[in-house]
């Protein structure tokens, strides 16, 4: 019975789509069935996989993959270089496994959940000079709350607002989706948009 129950669960995540993109030239199918292969294993951390991404680059003669996981409502980014394409691969999908395994670790020993007052009234952490800054807390902690306000407006509204703003992203109501969206900036006049559904 478990034996069938382990190929349902690996047949489930080989359905879930990889997008592959790779700027330097198109991967190999021999490639992206050892990436798909290898990202298989991700199956043990998830209820549900929504997508995955798997980028490729050549930077300075390395290998350089980053992989993004959108999996049970959360988001997931690693990036790891190797000499070799095999190498990058599997350095990224083990420190992946790494950063999954001590999310779920977490979460099951209750840290992972707080009231939004207890998070907001405590964990806020009093300004303090660089000097003085010594520790680094051992959980997460939120510095200061932001309160914006939402104007709907056109993607190239809140592009042009996004550039006049110093911040690395831009919080907005979509007015042709009726979504809230965020624009998350890449480099100089490049950002990536998230829709929120």
């Not at 690693?78 to 999310?103: K, P, S, T």
Request: hydrophobic share 35%.
């Amino acid at each position: 019975m478990s034996k069938s129950r382990k190929s349902t669960r690996r047949k489930e995540v080989e359905i879930v789509d990889v997008t592959f993109r790779s700027p330097h030239g198109e991967l190999s199918e021999t490639e992206k069935t050892y990436v798909r292969r290898k990202l298989a294993r991700l199956a043990r951390f998830f209820h549900k996989i929504w997508t995955l991404e798997f980028v490729h680059e050549q930077v300075r003669g390395q290998h350089e993959v980053s992989i993004n996981v959108d999996a049970d409502g959360h988001a997931f980014h690693i990036q790891e270089r190797h000499h070799e394409f095999r190498g990058a691969v599997d350095a990224a999908v083990q420190a992946l496994e790494h950063q999954l395994a001590r999310y779920k670790e977490k979460l099951q020993k209750g840290r992972g959940r707080v009231p939004r007052e207890v998070a907001l009234s405590e964990a806020v952490l009093p300004e303090t000079a660089p000097e003085a800054e010594e520790e680094t807390p051992e959980s997460p902690t939120i510095r200061s709350v932001k309160r914006v306000t939402l104007k709907p407006m056109s993607v190239e509204e809140a592009l042009l607002q996004a550039e006049m703003d110093e911040r690395p992203f831009y919080v907005f109501h979509d007015a042709d989706t009726d979504r809230i969206c965020v624009l998350t900036r890449q480099g100089e006049k490049v950002y990536d948009l998230i829709e929120i559904v």
